[in-house]
């Protein structure tokens, strides 16, 4: 009887063991792989455009490729969910000639995380935008939309309306349009941008999301001798 | 009579190897010729001394003879073992008394063979008689019965011997069956047994009665010899049997009374039955009843000689060895072949007459030559421990407790489909359970104490920049996250049965919420790692040398003989890389930290369970400094890429609080310091005083601006530069002029001004409090006072005071010390915060500074030289009519009483304004000074303590908007009040905290520093 109740503990012991350190956690077992399918996508997506010049990219420190205005959009396709920290480097003979671009951007397995940029030589003298999305944990399935930009108070407008001055939070949008954004400020030039897909299936996909737009204006250099 | 002689064995491992011990006889014999036709080899082990009643055995091949004392041998040299028959059913050990040395010596032997059973996991046979463990269960022993040694029956030794080879079944997990004979009849009955049957045989071939004895209901089990043999062989070889002990007999027993009338069927001389009166009848109530094994049938054995058949053979048997008992002739020389071994016999000595008599004789001397080779054979031979190689221990231990968890899980022999499908369905629910529901909850509540730790952790490794640990401690945090959030996505079973979708969402926020917070501080980390790299790097010393013309100068391990920095080292790390890897890692944090903000701010706390928000709640409350720590990085970085170009002059002026005039307060020191990419390449400090004007003359605006203000006459060639900064009004003149003397002086280009004013020690000297002048320690409070106490020494004494503490504070905050970047400049953002320091591009773009002019200016301009204005209060009273013509016409009364040690004061207003007039003051009691952008109104405090100035000024787009400006350090209290005239109306009020409205108007009043501004909305008023 005490063999028995002295097994009964240990295997409850070890099942709390088994339940804290949960090694099946970390275990990459796949029926897929066992079958020889292509497992279905967990991974997400990143692309990128240059709008000027070759930008090498790196991933977590790792370089995933490099693209130029022709070969644009440059899609990377095996970026793990999560935080990731993208760094833009616009390929010179030159140390020191271009400014890097360099953040950590949130990737969803199902959205696009798209970057536009061209690298100048500071970044006053640079312009780009980077669009991302976060899971938004608010019960309704709103999409709702963070403009932050550089410099800032710059006006913005969705779908020809004012919406105000940057930086800007929580902007519900209607994912049943493609939202042009129009991003604009004395001395600096002008972005404009469709922020949703074209197609609306896609689009769907956005509910209950917050889409963060990131935009660094370029700075019109003051004309001398005129 | 025959004898055997031990063989000489070449042991191999190509036969199937078994023993047969006590297998010197007849049944013996069968069962070796049976396992040698199936091509095994076989050792017998018996008294090589033993008499043998056939010469079978030399007929065998394959066979080999031990005697008991050759055991030794056998245990050294056999390779392979794979059965072992030990046959105790017709041992005399088992048939007599023995002594305890006797039952010691057999108890061993039986020992050994069970260890070399067990030694080569040979299948163990152990036969006893039927009647001996019948005996054993009704019979006691009597200790001390005979004599004083303890003497054992013979049935002891049937149940020891049971017994042991169980316990070796149980131990060593070694094949034992136990089989239990009945008394063998046929051809190897014992007729000198003085069995029943044995008795009854002899006097029916002996044409004698057949006695019985009591009533002839003593039954016996009997069973042929041949069946025996088959049995034992069936028995050895049959695996997983349900059972170990089983009988091999005829089913039913017996009585003597059946024998008798079986033998008076078959022996036509058997007498008649008698029976036999016995003296001490025994009692048969109260017997315990005997419970037979069961039957050998149950594994399929069947006698296959019926018993009369068995019978006959018995008596013709008993009858053929009567006969050559009786006349036996031994011819002593004649070899009997065995084998390849030759056997001397030789004649009985001591035989007494009679074949029986001589049976029994043979019997003793067996049994008492076999007591002898055992108690020889215990002396002699241990079994000795077989050498064997890894690999067998290693199969053989896996082969055990394969075989060992076998016996474990024999139990689900007996488990039906029904049981075995209820049990299935029992465990994987419970594996469902445990996987969807009990372990999700148990990672949780991991995955939240740990990260509950590990932030604990992370904001005190950031608080005492410990940044190796914080990089460490975030990555752990973030791991936490992540599987919490992993866990929760997956546990969508462990949601619908609680009902939590709102509580889970909740967690999802608040855990990627803390993730963001990791990534804010883990970068936070690295941006402050790569100053501290920098600051390992680039520190230069620097040494204050109060009574040189610069108080504040390179340390002499660093001064060429130009007075330029050496390069002393090779620069390991390019600081500009780092200052580029601190501000992207800061940029980075500061982002993540927003989106933390940003996250945090949508979570709804009180839906969380009550001890995550007491765990977390107090961590919440300290990651409130963490802005400020990316605030202060922020502003620390971009001082320090200053100093990361090739060359960056900054230009450092010191003012006096206490000395307020016109702009932050009286210069006291001027000085510079020079970088180029991060190090310090030369810096100079020195007293105001000891500055001179080397630039060109004073500009028109300069002079004009001076003159006026002062009512002195300048000189514009070499002013003294401490006078002429006294009077500088406006920003732009006054930045002008110090730009012009910096370069001049220093004869660098001046790319940034850093002030500082003396009310910035209270904090500084707090920071550093070991500070000395003249071994006096300089006390933040203390210190502050005894400089306003030295109002007897000259302006200069305090000039040289001032730059002097200075220079010890700058040789803390740009030498080498051991505090962080942060550390030190930390203290340098907060005093630029409150207004105490500055810090400006020496070009015409001022950041952060108003650029309009305000419409008021009223201050102080100058004070009493040996005097200084504690807290200067002035109490301005403003009064405002509207006009309807959309012109404001104001008075501005400023009460200077409060400003004691100021020696000028002013009001000045913007040029715009018309119709300026002081207010009630004498002519003589003032002086306007007309400058480029303002006209003032001057007084000597001594003379006039108020001073008024009216003036009109127009509205824009029927809005009015009053500033008013104070210099630096001046407090003023106003009092203001606006006046509407008929046919205008308030028509709103913007930014005007405790306004009062009433019919006479709108009323405001207040305390400010710096800058005073209101505005008012005027209409029409509706008739």
Same mark, same amino acid.
Not at chain 2, 205 to 223: A, K, P
Not at chain 2, 588 to 599: D, G
Not at chain 2, 720 to 744: H, M, P
Not at chain 2, 955 to 976: C, K, P, W
């Given at each position: 009887?005490?063999?028995?109740?002295?097994?009964?503990?240990?295997?409850?012991?070890?099942?709390?063991?088994?339940?804290?350190?949960?090694?099946?956690?970390?275990?990459?077992?796949?029926?897929?792989?066992?079958?020889?399918?292509?497992?279905?996508?967990?991974?997400? +997506?990143?692309?990128?455009?240059?709008?000027?010049?070759?930008?090498?990219?790196?991933? /977590?420190?790792?370089?995933?490729?490099?693209?130029?205005?022709?070969?644009?959009?440059?899609?990377?396709?095996?970026?793990?969910?999560?935080?990731?920290?993208?760094?833009?480097?616009?390929?010179?003979?030159?140390?020191?000639?271009?400014?890097?671009?360099?953040? *950590?951007?949130?990737?969803?397995?199902?959205?696009?995380?798209?970057?536009?940029?061209?690298?100048?030589?500071t970044e006053e003298f640079?312009?780009?935008?980077?669009?991302?999305?976060?899971?938004?944990?608010?019960?309704?399935?709103?999409?709702?939309?963070?403009i932050e930009t550089s410099p800032g108070d710059v006006k913005a =407008?969705?779908?020809?309306?004012d919406i105000g001055l940057t930086n800007l939070e929580?902007?519900?949008?209607?994912?049943?349009?493609?939202?042009?954004?129009?991003l604009e400020k004395q001395g600096y030039e002008t972005?404009?941008?469709?922020?949703?897909?074209?197609?609306?299936?896609?689009?769907?996909?956005? @509910?209950?999301?917050?889409?963060?737009?990131?935009a660094n204006l370029f700075l019109i250099p003051i004309r001398i001798?005129e | 009579?025959?004898?055997?002689?031990?063989?000489?064995?070449?042991?191999?491992?190509?036969?199937?190897?078994?023993?047969?011990?006590?297998?010197?006889?007849?049944?013996?014999?069968?069962?070796?010729?049976?396992?040698?036709?199936?091509?095994?080899?076989?050792?017998?082990?018996?008294?090589?001394?033993?008499?043998?009643?056939?010469?079978?055995?030399?007929?065998?091949?394959?066979?080999?003879?031990?005697?008991?004392?050759?055991?030794?041998?056998?245990?050294?040299?056999?390779?392979?073992?794979?059965?072992?028959?030990?046959?105790?059913?017709?041992?005399?050990?088992?048939?007599?008394?023995?002594?305890?040395? /006797?039952?010691?010596?057999?108890?061993?032997?039986?020992?050994?063979?069970?260890?070399?059973?067990?030694?080569?996991?040979?299948?163990?046979?152990?036969?006893?008689?039927?009647?001996?463990?019948?005996?054993?269960?009704?019979?006691?022993?009597?200790?001390?019965?005979?004599?004083?040694?303890?003497?054992?029956?013979?049935?002891?030794?049937?149940?020891?011997?049971?017994?042991?080879?169980?316990?070796?079944?149980?131990?060593?997990?070694?094949?034992?069956?136990?089989?239990?004979?009945? $008394?063998?009849?046929?051809?190897?009955?014992?007729?000198?047994?003085?069995?029943?049957?044995?008795?009854?045989?002899?006097?029916? !071939?002996? &044409?004698?009665?057949?006695?019985?004895?009591?009533?002839?209901?003593?039954?016996?089990?009997?069973?042929?010899?041949?069946?025996?043999?088959?049995?034992?062989?069936?028995?050895?070889?049959?695996?997983?049997?349900?059972?170990?002990?089983?009988?091999?007999?005829?089913?039913?027993?017996?009585?003597?009374?059946?024998?008798?009338?079986?033998?008076?069927?078959?022996?036509?001389?058997?007498?008649?039955?008698?029976?036999?009166?016995?003296?001490?009848?025994?009692?048969?109530?109260?017997?315990?009843?005997?419970?037979?094994?069961?039957?050998?049938?149950?594994?399929?054995?069947?006698?296959?000689? $019926?018993?009369?058949?068995?019978?006959?053979?018995? !008596?013709?048997?008993?009858?053929?060895?009567?006969?050559?008992?009786?006349?036996?002739?031994?011819?002593?020389?004649?070899?009997?072949?065995?084998?390849?071994?030759?056997?001397?016999?030789?004649?009985?000595?001591?035989?007494?007459?009679?074949?029986?008599? +001589?049976?029994?004789?043979?019997?003793?001397?067996?049994?008492?030559?076999?007591?002898?080779?055992?108690? %020889?054979?215990?002396?002699?031979?241990?079994?000795? @421990?077989?050498?064997?190689?890894?690999?067998?221990?290693?199969?053989?231990?896996?082969?055990?407790?394969? /075989?060992?968890?076998?016996?474990?899980?024999?139990?689900?022999?007996?488990?039906?489909?029904?049981?075995?499908?209820?049990?299935?369905?029992?465990?994987?629910?419970?594996?469902?359970?445990?996987?969807?529901?009990?372990?999700?909850?148990?990672?949780?509540?991991?995955?939240?104490?740990?990260?509950?730790?590990?932030?604990?952790?992370?904001?005190?490794?950031?608080?005492?920049?410990?940044?190796?640990?914080?990089?460490?401690?975030?990555?752990?945090?973030?791991?936490?996250?992540?599987?919490?959030?992993?866990?929760?996505?997956?546990?969508?079973?462990?949601?619908?049965?609680?009902?939590?979708? %709102?509580?889970?969402?909740?967690?999802?926020?608040?855990?990627?919420?803390?993730?963001?917070?990791? /990534? =804010?501080?883990?970068?936070?980390?690295?941006?402050?790692?790569?100053?501290?790299?920098?600051?390992?790097?680039?520190?230069?010393?620097?040494?204050?040398? *109060?009574?040189?013309?610069?108080?504040?100068?390179?340390?002499?391990?660093?001064?060429?003989?130009?007075?330029?920095?050496?390069?002393?080292?090779?620069?390991?790390?390019?600081?500009?890389?780092?200052?580029?890897?601190?501000q992207?890692?800061l940029d980075?944090?500061q982002r993540?930290f927003r989106?933390?903000q940003?996250?945090?701010?949508?979570?709804?706390?009180? !839906?969380?369970?009550?001890?995550?928000?007491?765990?977390?709640?107090?961590?919440? =409350?300290?990651?409130n400094?963490?802005p400020d720590s990316l605030s202060q990085a922020n502003f620390v970085i971009s001082y320090l890429k200053l100093s990361s170009s090739?060359?960056h002059n900054q230009a450092i002026i010191i003012t006096d609080e206490l000395r307020p005039n016109s702009s932050a307060g009286e210069v006291v020191g001027v000085g510079l310091v020079?970088y180029?990419?991060?190090?310090?390449?030369?810096?100079?400090?020195?007293?105001v005083?000891?500055i001179?004007?080397?630039a060109?003359?004073l500009t028109d605006g300069e002079n004009l601006e001076v003159t006026r203000l002062s009512g002195?006459?300048i000189?514009?060639?070499?002013p003294?530069v401490a006078e002429v900064s006294r009077y500088l009004l406006s920003d732009s003149n006054r930045d002008g002029f110090w730009g012009r003397v910096l370069t001049s002086t220093?004869?660098k280009s001046i790319d940034s001004i850093w002030y500082i004013n003396s009310g910035s020690l209270t904090s500084l000297?707090?920071?550093?409090?070991?500070?000395?002048?003249?071994?006096?320690?300089?006390?933040?409070? &203390?210190?502050l006072?005894?400089?306003?106490? *030295?109002?007897?020494?000259?302006?200069?004494?305090?000039?040289?005071?001032i730059?002097?503490?200075f220079?010890?504070v700058l040789?803390?905050l740009? &030498?080498?010390?051991?505090?962080?970047?942060v550390?030190r400049f930390g203290i340098v953002k907060s005093e630029i915060d409150n207004g105490r320091m500055k810090l400006d591009n020496a070009t015409s773009t001022k950041i952060g500074l108003d650029k309009s002019a305000p419409e008021v200016k009223i201050g102080i301009i100058s004070v009493?030289?040996?005097?200084y204005v504690l807290r200067p209060v002035v109490a301005a009273g403003i009064t405002n009519e509207i006009a309807?013509n959309n012109s404001v016409f104001s008075t501005v009364t400023a009460d200077f009483s409060g400003s004691?040690g100021a020696r000028q004061a002013f009001i000045c207003v913007d040029r715009t304004a018309s119709d300026l007039s002081p207010a009630?003051?004498?002519?003589?009691?003032y002086r306007v000074a007309n400058l480029e952008q303002y006209n003032c109104v001057i007084i000597?405090t001594?003379?006039?303590e108020k001073l008024g100035i009216s003036y009109r000024k127009n509205m824009q787009a029927s809005e009015y908007t009053q500033s008013i400006a104070l210099a630096s350090g001046v407090t003023l209290r106003y009092d203001v009040e606006t006046k509407f005239?008929?046919?205008v109306?308030l028509g709103g009020i913007e930014s005007l905290p405790q306004a009062r409205v =009433?019919?006479?108007g709108l009323f405001y009043t207040g305390e400010t520093q710096g800058k005073f501004k209101f505005s008012v909305k005027v209409k029409?008023?509706?008739?």
């Amino acid at each position: 009887m005490l063999k028995k109740f002295v097994v009964v503990i240990i295997v409850v012991i070890l099942a709390v063991i088994c339940a804290v350190a949960a090694p099946w956690q970390h275990w990459n077992i796949s029926i897929f792989s066992f079958l020889g399918v292509a497992p279905p996508t967990e991974l997400a +997506r990143l692309q990128v455009t240059s709008l000027a010049g070759e930008l090498e990219i790196l991933v /977590d420190g790792q370089t995933k490729g490099s693209v130029g205005p022709e070969g644009s959009p440059f899609i990377i396709e095996d970026i793990e969910p999560g935080q990731r920290l993208v760094k833009l480097v616009r390929v010179t003979e030159t140390d020191g000639a271009y400014t890097s671009f360099e953040r *950590l951007l949130n990737f969803n397995q199902d959205i696009d995380t798209v970057i536009a940029y061209e690298l100048g030589p500071t970044e006053e003298f640079s312009e780009g935008t980077v669009i991302t999305a976060f899971r938004s944990f608010s019960n309704d399935q709103r999409t709702t939309l963070n403009i932050e930009t550089s410099p800032g108070d710059v006006k913005a =407008s969705l779908n020809g309306q004012d919406i105000g001055l940057t930086n800007l939070e929580g902007i519900e949008i209607d994912i049943s349009n493609i939202a042009r954004i129009k991003l604009e400020k004395q001395g600096y030039e002008t972005i404009e941008l469709n922020l949703l897909p074209e197609d609306s299936v896609q689009r769907e996909k956005l @509910k209950g999301y917050e889409i963060q737009l990131e935009a660094n204006l370029f700075l019109i250099p003051i004309r001398i001798g005129e | 009579m025959n004898k055997v002689a031990q063989t000489k064995i070449k042991y191999s491992t190509a036969y199937p190897t078994s023993v047969v011990v006590g297998g010197l006889d007849r049944f013996g014999y069968e069962i070796a010729k049976s396992l040698t036709q199936q091509g095994g080899f076989v050792i017998i082990i018996d008294n090589l001394d033993k008499q043998l009643d056939f010469a079978g055995f030399a007929e065998l091949n394959n066979v080999a003879f031990i005697d008991y004392l050759g055991i030794g041998d056998l245990i050294d040299s056999v390779r392979r073992l794979d059965y072992i028959f030990y046959l105790n059913h017709q041992s005399p050990l088992s048939q007599s008394e023995l002594s305890s040395q /006797d039952f010691l010596a057999a108890s061993s032997y039986l020992n050994q063979l069970l260890n070399l059973a067990a030694e080569f996991e040979a299948l163990f046979l152990l036969t006893n008689s039927i009647k001996y463990h019948r005996l054993s269960s009704i019979e006691n022993v009597n200790p001390g019965l005979y004599q004083s040694q303890r003497w054992f029956s013979a049935v002891e030794f049937v149940r020891y011997s049971e017994n042991l080879a169980l316990e070796y079944k149980q131990a060593k997990g070694i094949e034992v069956k136990i089989l239990r004979l009945g $008394e063998i009849i046929g051809e190897a009955i014992e007729l000198d047994k003085n069995t029943n049957i044995g008795k009854l045989v002899l006097q029916g !071939i002996s &044409g004698e009665d057949l006695y019985l004895e009591e009533d002839g209901l003593n039954s016996e089990y009997y069973v042929h010899l041949l069946d025996a043999v088959y049995g034992v062989i069936k028995a050895q070889f049959t695996k997983g049997t349900e059972d170990i002990i089983y009988n091999v007999a005829y089913k039913e027993p017996y009585t003597e009374l059946s024998l008798a009338y079986k033998l008076q069927e078959l022996e036509p001389q058997a007498g008649n039955i008698k029976f036999l009166e016995d003296e001490n009848p025994s009692v048969r109530l109260g017997q315990p009843k005997y419970l037979p094994a069961p039957n050998l049938e149950r594994i399929g054995w069947r006698p296959k000689v $019926e018993f009369e058949q068995a019978l006959l053979q018995t !008596i013709a048997f008993s009858k053929s060895l009567i006969k050559s008992k009786s006349a036996a002739s031994y011819d002593e020389d004649e070899p009997v072949s065995l084998g390849s071994a030759e056997a001397v016999s030789y004649g009985p000595q001591g035989m007494k007459n009679g074949a029986l008599s +001589r049976l029994i004789e043979e019997r003793k001397l067996n049994a008492s030559s076999q007591r002898q080779k055992f108690n %020889q054979s215990l002396a002699s031979s241990e079994l000795k @421990k077989r050498k064997t190689s890894f690999g067998a221990k290693l199969r053989k231990g896996v082969v055990r407790r394969i /075989d060992k968890i076998k016996k474990q899980l024999d139990f689900l022999q007996n488990v039906t489909l029904t049981e075995m499908g209820i049990y299935l369905l029992l465990v994987s629910i419970f594996m469902l359970v445990f996987f969807t529901i009990l372990s999700p909850v148990v990672i949780i509540s991991r995955d939240i104490l740990l990260a509950r730790a590990n932030t604990v952790a992370l904001n005190e490794s950031r608080q005492s920049s410990n940044w190796e640990d914080v990089l460490g401690r975030s990555a752990l945090l973030k791991n936490n996250l992540k599987s919490l959030e992993e866990t929760l996505t997956g546990a969508d079973i462990l949601v619908s049965l609680t009902g939590q979708q %709102q509580l889970r969402q909740e967690m999802l926020g608040f855990a990627q919420s803390y993730q963001f917070l990791a /990534d =804010s501080i883990s970068s936070y980390g690295s941006a402050m790692k790569a100053l501290e790299d920098y600051q390992n790097e680039v520190r230069t010393e620097i040494v204050p040398r *109060l009574t040189n013309s610069s108080v504040l100068s390179l340390g002499d391990s660093q001064q060429g003989t130009s007075g330029e920095t050496q390069d002393t080292s090779v620069d390991q790390q390019d600081p500009g890389q780092l200052f580029a890897t601190a501000q992207s890692n800061l940029d980075l944090a500061q982002r993540s930290f927003r989106n933390y903000q940003r996250l945090s701010e949508k979570l709804n706390p009180q !839906i969380m369970p009550q001890f995550i928000q007491t765990l977390f709640g107090d961590i919440n =409350s300290s990651l409130n400094t963490l802005p400020d720590s990316l605030s202060q990085a922020n502003f620390v970085i971009s001082y320090l890429k200053l100093s990361s170009s090739d060359s960056h002059n900054q230009a450092i002026i010191i003012t006096d609080e206490l000395r307020p005039n016109s702009s932050a307060g009286e210069v006291v020191g001027v000085g510079l310091v020079s970088y180029s990419k991060g190090r310090i390449t030369g810096v100079s400090l020195a007293p105001v005083q000891n500055i001179a004007f080397a630039a060109t003359s004073l500009t028109d605006g300069e002079n004009l601006e001076v003159t006026r203000l002062s009512g002195l006459q300048i000189d514009r060639v070499n002013p003294n530069v401490a006078e002429v900064s006294r009077y500088l009004l406006s920003d732009s003149n006054r930045d002008g002029f110090w730009g012009r003397v910096l370069t001049s002086t220093y004869n660098k280009s001046i790319d940034s001004i850093w002030y500082i004013n003396s009310g910035s020690l209270t904090s500084l000297l707090a920071k550093y409090p070991d500070l000395q002048i003249n071994n006096q320690v300089l006390t933040s409070t &203390g210190y502050l006072q005894t400089i306003s106490g *030295l109002q007897a020494e000259s302006l200069n004494s305090r000039n040289t005071l001032i730059t002097n503490t200075f220079a010890l504070v700058l040789e803390k905050l740009l &030498g080498k010390d051991n505090s962080t970047p942060v550390g030190r400049f930390g203290i340098v953002k907060s005093e630029i915060d409150n207004g105490r320091m500055k810090l400006d591009n020496a070009t015409s773009t001022k950041i952060g500074l108003d650029k309009s002019a305000p419409e008021v200016k009223i201050g102080i301009i100058s004070v009493d030289p040996g005097r200084y204005v504690l807290r200067p209060v002035v109490a301005a009273g403003i009064t405002n009519e509207i006009a309807t013509n959309n012109s404001v016409f104001s008075t501005v009364t400023a009460d200077f009483s409060g400003s004691s040690g100021a020696r000028q004061a002013f009001i000045c207003v913007d040029r715009t304004a018309s119709d300026l007039s002081p207010a009630g003051l004498g002519i003589e009691l003032y002086r306007v000074a007309n400058l480029e952008q303002y006209n003032c109104v001057i007084i000597l405090t001594s003379q006039v303590e108020k001073l008024g100035i009216s003036y009109r000024k127009n509205m824009q787009a029927s809005e009015y908007t009053q500033s008013i400006a104070l210099a630096s350090g001046v407090t003023l209290r106003y009092d203001v009040e606006t006046k509407f005239s008929p046919g205008v109306d308030l028509g709103g009020i913007e930014s005007l905290p405790q306004a009062r409205v =009433s019919g006479a108007g709108l009323f405001y009043t207040g305390e400010t520093q710096g800058k005073f501004k209101f505005s008012v909305k005027v209409k029409e008023k509706n008739e």
